[in-house]
């Protein structure tokens, strides 16, 4: 399985971004994609995952202000960020998870800029 995330970028305080993933190989049906980020200094935290189902999980600092969907039938994941902060600034990491094994791509970088 690959990922290729694209859509980072440099983006000022209250703007908006959108993250694609493009997932390759053998994907399976009951796949679950998502998205974590990691900061500086910090360690790697969820943003958003979603289940082939359509469920949900985001991570508290992004509820209401990101969103995540998929297309399952192109085996891509999308994140909308809006209202963005300087916190959000980190590098964004495409992950999928299927039959016990997790796979990541290699980041795309999002800065904001006070």
């Known amino acids: 399985v690959q990922l290729q995330a694209s859509g980072g970028g440099l983006v000022q305080t209250g703007g908006s971004l959108r993250l694609s993933c493009a997932a390759s190989?053998?994907?399976?049906?009951?796949?679950?994609m998502g998205w974590y980020r990691q900061a500086p200094g910090k360690q790697r935290e969820l943003v958003a995952r979603m289940a082939s189902g359509g469920s949900t999980d985001y991570g508290d600092s992004v509820k209401g202000r990101f969103t995540i969907s998929r297309d399952n039938a192109k085996n891509m994941v999308y994140l909308q960020m809006n209202s963005l902060k300087p916190e959000d600034t980190a590098v964004y990491y495409c992950?999928?998870?299927?039959?016990?094994?997790?796979?990541w791509g290699q980041g795309t970088l999002v800065t904001v800029s006070s």
């Open positions: 190989g053998s994907i399976f049906s009951g796949a679950i």
């Open positions: 992950t999928l998870g299927q039959i016990g094994n997790d796979y």
